[in-house]
């Protein structure tokens, strides 16, 4: 494919949606006030597990709210997340339970005609629970004589299925013969694991408004990442046709994978509004939001094996996730896991077994990375300790045996590949290596004193979307409408949402980018599930490879309508017209081919075309990339940990990203820093603690107990240094391939490996606060 | 039902009557009784400046302000201040240094930049990333709000 010079796309640019979020005008849910609407609260279970007898609530109602009790839902179990096919997705809740499975499920809700007033009825609401015993553990779970049982059975598409154990899936997945592999391994490494739940906390909470349409459809705002399966859904359990049915795209306050699915407040909320035929708004607070969604944990055994110069042979990984009360998507996730694993280094030989298991928990949901940074962890700390078994530099090491061009890549599991087409790893080694000062990089047991600091190295990737040669077990395509209005400006129609990260900015720009068009006459248009077609999710970084890449398609054959117009006017062939931006003008010109002074203006050809009623320049269309690149990172980090305190600050960090064509050079560069961000948090802070006795959440709702970090946690500003590889993605829009799960992925591996570095402790489990790190240092495991 | 105040202040320079709750919170009274929305309930708890107001001119976390204490005072939002130069340098800078990802921080953290610039000259980035330790924001890894709050301050000096 060629490679276009680029005018619009790949330059700095403001961000349209800016304005709006700086003056404070840009709208999410919770900002959405209908006229005579009502608020809902929700009643949520102090048990970790019980039986919900019998519900009162007859106070409430004479206080004049309405109420809705897992009596009164539609009898549909459902699973949240559509992302994966029918047959393939594990189904096990309800609007509400009569079973609650973790402390902060929903049981009952009502909404009224202030929050206030809601609050006050939920409170008289009665419930009678009967206790059953409850399990956090997921090794405990498992265990043939624990007597805490989640589910009897839960659907698999449309079968009925037993669980046993609390097993909620398993998979197994083999390349070549493992066994065999070690056998022909000089050395050997192996090592457990553990990545901890860690909280989404993206600023917005879920909230939904849904208003009951004199149609007997609904209207409905709400926290997701898709609004299209958010209408299948709700149309599945409210018994509704689709037409009335109507999600509005609209700003959301982050989402980091806490929104991938429609949120479990959102039916409940439409069955308030049903119920009441008024609009209702429910909007969770932040404790009710920490006991909605988390990460997944996972615990890892993972063992390499190597010949003496360094070439992998035989991997063979085990991972145990603890999903918590329900099963999301355990059974993709652990297809996924296995695919991070077998895609960054070539293991001829490989086996991963993983498991899933339900406690009585929070349920884990997706969050940046879908398993890739806990995956990270495992593969790049041993891939560190083997470098040191081997006595070869780690950066070496990595460049022996990297997954890259022409290879094999599992953008989303074992059946979901691609044959990878450009790849930047090498480039950013060496230059990262550069940057950082790598040759400065001396063992451990050459410091001493109380502050030392170390270097580490990672790299990651990230998938570009779920599209393969063949369609796997994942859905992805995207839709998008383009239309050139009178005067030459661009309506824009999709039907993605933007986490924030700029992907709507990355489709105007490709019109632009197209179309000639200035890009500030690119309009991007409010748009819902009436007016669009479908797309599946912004997630698996997918955004601007495949929902761009829709835009693309379409902007391609807008940009044939137009020539074809214009063609009619110059009477010429449109073969022989070129288009040509012309910023003076503030449009898009067209004219014969080497005859520039003869142009005519995009304005003037849709404006001919309609008063001459030839129609208006517009085209909608569906399209499915093929291919899942993966965008690679690498993160160099430095680090410097205080003996006395158990302290470890980053004092210095290298980013580099392969994101092929970088569309919004600025943003892509927002995504890296904001990535290192969360990683810090995933390696030094965060976690989700439990108390045994209760099931209930230690940090008690407040993101500061949580310890979510602050400006001041980030490495001194200037120190973080940011560079892209030089590389084009010949299947991508522009030569564009995704960046944003990837900007994670390694962070945490790189912060782990340089606290080695400087102290020569290997922390295996996740995170390294300065408890753990004191305690580390007392047992003496330093050389 | 609960017992009412009847308060009287001004917000966003408008004289304002209203009856409020004595548990209600400013930021729920300016949110549903006046519609104001560019202050956000994040965490409703006191620890992430989404809500961040200006009382008289002070910087407070109107989440877990009473309602009922701001009688005769002077409240401000962002929205109130899109006239003030260096409200509107701010607007401009974050825009242009790409500090807005999702944007639910970013009134919040405007406030309080503004209100940090306004009493301090020359600071270092150090600074003024402890000023904006009190405004939390999940997507931008905050190196590009500091890079365009310390912008600002640089033109400002
Ligand atoms: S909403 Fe007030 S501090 Fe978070
Ligand atoms: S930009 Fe999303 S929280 Fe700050």
Not at chain 1, 81 to 95: A, F, G, H, L
Not at chain 1, 266 to 280: F, S
Not at chain 1, 488 to 514: F, H, N, R, Y
Not at chain 1, 594 to 614: M, N, R, Y
Request: with cysteine; glycine share 8%; aromatic share 6%.
């Amino acid at each position: 494919m060629e490679t276009r010079q680029l005018e619009v796309a790949g330059t700095r640019t403001r961000r349209k949606d800016g304005v709006a979020k700086v003056t404070g005008r840009e709208t999410f849910s919770s900002d959405v006030y209908l006229p005579g609407m009502m608020h809902a609260v929700v009643l949520r279970s102090p048990y970790p597990h019980a039986e919900v007898v019998d519900i009162d609530v007859s106070e409430a109602e004479r206080m004049g709210a309405v109420c809705l009790t897992p009596f009164d839902v539609p009898d549909i179990v459902y699973n949240e997340r559509t992302v994966s096919i029918p047959e393939k997705t594990y189904r096990d809740r309800t609007v509400l339970p009569k079973r609650v499975r973790h402390v902060g499920e929903a049981v009952a809700a009502v909404a009224h005609d202030t929050e206030e007033l809601a609050m006050q009825a939920v409170s008289k609401i009665k419930v009678q629970y009967k206790e059953l015993p409850y399990v956090l553990d997921a090794e405990e779970a498992m265990a043939e004589r624990h007597g805490a049982r989640l589910y009897d059975t839960v659907f698999l598409g449309e079968e009925s299925i037993q669980v046993k154990n609390n097993i909620a899936c398993e998979r197994s997945i083999a390349v070549g013969d493992v066994e065999d592999g070690f056998r022909r391994a000089d050395v050997t490494v192996e090592s457990e694991f553990e990545a901890q739940r860690m909280y989404h906390a993206q600023m917005e909470t879920k909230a939904a408004v849904c208003a009951p349409e004199p149609d007997g459809g609904i209207t409905v705002w709400t926290t997701t990442q898709t609004i299209h399966n958010v209408r299948q859904l709700l149309g599945q359990i409210f018994n509704l046709p689709l037409h009335k049915v109507n999600v509005k795209r609209i700003a959301l306050g982050g989402a980091f994978g806490s929104s991938i699915q429609m949120n479990s407040i959102t039916p409940i909320c439409v069955a308030l509004a049903l119920r009441a035929k008024r609009p209702v708004k429910l909007v969770t607070s932040r404790e009710e939001d920490m006991y909605d969604h988390v990460k997944y944990p996972v615990k890892f055994w993972l063992k390499f094996g190597a010949q003496k110069d360094g070439r992998l042979v035989a991997a063979h990984m085990k991972a145990l996730v603890d999903i918590g009360a329900h099963n999301i998507q355990a059974y993709p996730l652990l297809g996924c896991i296995a695919g991070w694993f077998a895609s960054l280094y070539k293991f001829p030989n490989l086996l991963f077994e993983g498991k899933a298991v339900y406690t009585n928990k929070v349920p884990a949901c997706a969050m940046q990375g879908y398993g890739n940074p806990q995956t990270n962890f495992a593969v790049e700390s041993l891939m560190d300790m083997l470098a040191e078994e081997l006595g070869i530099d780690p950066i070496q090491l990595r460049l022996m045996n990297y997954v890259g061009v022409g290879d094999e890549f599992w953008g989303q599991g074992p059946t979901v590949r691609s044959i990878i087409k450009s790849c930047g790893v090498e480039e950013m080694l060496s230059r990262g290596a550069a940057m950082i000062g790598w040759d400065r990089r001396v063992h451990p047991w050459q410091k001493s004193g109380d502050v030392v600091r170390g270097i580490g190295v990672a790299r990651g990737f990230h998938t570009s979307g779920t599209g393969g040669p063949r369609p796997g077990e994942v859905i992805d395509y995207s839709s998008a409408t383009i239309k050139v209005n009178e005067d030459g400006s661009v309506d824009l129609i999709t039907p993605v949402m933007d986490q924030g990260g700029g992907t709507w900015e990355a489709a105007a720009k490709v019109v632009a980018e197209v179309l000639k068009v200035p890009l500030d006459m690119v309009g991007i248009s409010p748009s819902d599930t009436r007016t669009t077609g479908y797309d599946v999710c912004t997630h698996a970084t997918r955004g601007v490879y495949c929902g761009v890449g829709a835009v693309l398609h379409v902007a391609e054959q807008v940009r044939q309508k137009i020539l074809e117009m214009a063609a009619r006017i110059l009477e010429q062939n449109p073969r022989d017209l070129s288009m040509e931006r012309n910023e003076e003008i503030g449009q898009a010109v067209i004219y014969p081919t080497g005859l520039p002074d003869k142009f005519i203006t995009l304005g003037e050809v849709a404006k001919t075309a309609q008063i001459k009623s030839w129609g208006t320049i517009a085209a909608t269309d569906s399209y499915r990339q093929k291919n899942c690149p993966p965008c690679f990172v690498t993160h160099f980090v430095e680090v410097e940990v205080e003996k006395k305190t158990g302290r470890v600050r980053i004092v210095r960090a290298a980013l580099l990203g392969d994101c092929g064509t970088p569309i919004n050079p600025d943003m892509v560069k927002g995504q890296l820093v904001g990535g290192l961000c969360r990683g810090l948090a995933f390696a030094l802070l965060e976690e989700t603690a439990y108390d045994k006795s209760t099931g209930r959440l230690v940090c008690g709702g407040y993101l500061t107990d949580y310890k979510l970090p602050t400006a001041c946690e980030m490495p001194a500003i200037d120190d973080i240094m940011v560079g892209f590889a030089n590389t084009y993605e010949p299947t991508g829009p522009l030569g564009a391939k995704g960046i944003g799960e990837a900007a994670l992925n390694s962070a945490a591996s790189a912060i782990v490996n340089a606290i080695y570095n400087a102290t020569g402790i290997r922390f295996k489990k996740l995170p390294v606060t300065p408890e753990r790190m004191l305690e580390a240092l007392r047992e003496g495991v330093a050389r | 039902m609960m017992e009412g105040y009847a308060i009287e202040l001004t917000v966003n320079g408008r004289r304002v009557c209203a009856e409020v709750r004595a548990d209600e919170t400013l930021l729920e009274f300016l949110r549903t009784q006046l519609r104001i929305i560019d202050a956000k309930l994040g965490c409703g708890k006191g620890d992430c400046g989404t809500c961040t107001v200006l009382l008289d001119g002070r910087p407070v976390k109107s989440c877990i302000v009473l309602a009922a204490s701001a009688d005769g005072k002077d409240v401000k939002t962002l929205s109130g201040m899109q006239e003030e130069p260096l409200i509107k340098a701010l607007q401009e800078s974050f825009v242009t240094h790409g500090a807005v990802q999702c944007g639910f921080c970013t009134p919040g953290m405007i406030l309080t930049a503004a209100s940090y610039l306004r009493e301090h000259e020359n600071p270092s980035r150090d600074d003024i990333r402890r000023a904006l330790s009190g405004n939390l924001c999940r997507c931008t890894g905050y190196k590009k709000i500091v890079d365009a709050t310390e912008a600002v301050a640089k033109r400002n000096t």
